[in-house]
T-cell receptor, first 114, second 113 residues
Framework: GAVVSQHPSRVICKSGTSVKIECRSL??????MFWYRQFPKKSLMLMAT?????????EQGVEKDKFLINHASLTLSTLTVTSAHPEDSSFYIC??????????FGPGTRLTVT | KQEVTQIPAALSVPEGENLVLNCSFT??????LQWFRQDPGKGLTSLLL?????REQTSGRLNASLDKSSGRSTLYIAASQPGDSATYLC????????????FGKGTLLTVNP
């Protein structure tokens, strides 16, 4: 089956710094990639949708200058959390879609901002 | 705006029991309905996908049903095992060009040996 990887799996950073999370589709070309955020005991919240080569579409309430998304190739999307604060600590999951409707999920990245 | 609700939020059963997890969604205009499993601190594992034209899907001890008109889906787990302990998420996939998924909050299942 289709495989999506995320790197790093865990990251701890200091408040005020920026951190980048990578999402890669390993064996297929991802027309669209999605970034989700998950709080404890909460559902996955879609943050943004990115199509290769175009600007990401952010969901209502998600700050695009805070969460920078780049989808530079058909196999790689990055999420950069800028000027991170403790409230940005969360579990971030990406998914990727090829030309079909099915989304394939990455293993997630646990971000802790101290 | 699609909203997905899962009941119960948590469920604890003894090993061997059959159980049902419930999912409801507000907008019946969906592409499909999916069930996922999530272990603590991990990503999502796809369990079953029911197309909007289908009524059920089966995989091993799992059976998922879909009643699109009433906005409901159920996940039936037969002969539960301790290894089934996890959070089960239901997601409705929309019809838009990007086929967005809307997730419920999940049901935390604990199967006691």
């Amino acid at each position: 089956g289709a495989v999506v990887s995320q790197h790093p799996s865990r990251v701890i950073c200091k408040s005020g710094t920026s951190v980048k999370i990578e999402c890669r589709s390993l064996d297929f070309q991802a027309t669209t990639m999605f970034w989700y955020r998950q709080f404890p005991k909460k559902s996955l919240m879609l943050m943004a949708t990115s199509n290769e080569g175009s600007k990401a579409t952010y969901e209502q309430g998600v700050e695009k200058d805070k969460f920078l998304i780049n989808h530079a190739s058909l196999t790689l999307s990055t999420l950069t959390v800028t000027s991170a604060h403790p409230e940005d600590s969360s579990f971030y999951i990406c998914s990727a879609r090829d030309d079909s409707s099915e989304q394939y999920f990455g293993p997630g990245t646990r971000l802790t901002v101290t | 705006k699609q909203e997905v609700t899962q009941i119960p939020a948590a469920l604890s059963v003894p090993e061997g029991e059959n159980l049902v997890l419930n999912c409801s969604f507000t907008d019946s205009a969906i592409y499909n309905l999916q069930w996922f499993r999530q272990d603590p601190g991990k990503g999502l594992t796809s369990l079953l996908l029911i197309q909007s034209s289908q009524r059920e899907q089966t995989s091993g001890r799992l059976n998922a049903s879909l009643d699109k008109s009433s906005g409901r889906s159920t996940l039936y787990i037969a002969a539960s095992q301790p290894g089934d302990s996890a959070t089960y998420l239901c997601a409705a996939q929309g019809l838009g060009s990007n086929y967005k998924l809307t997730f419920g909050k999940g049901t935390l299942l604990t199967v006691n040996p």
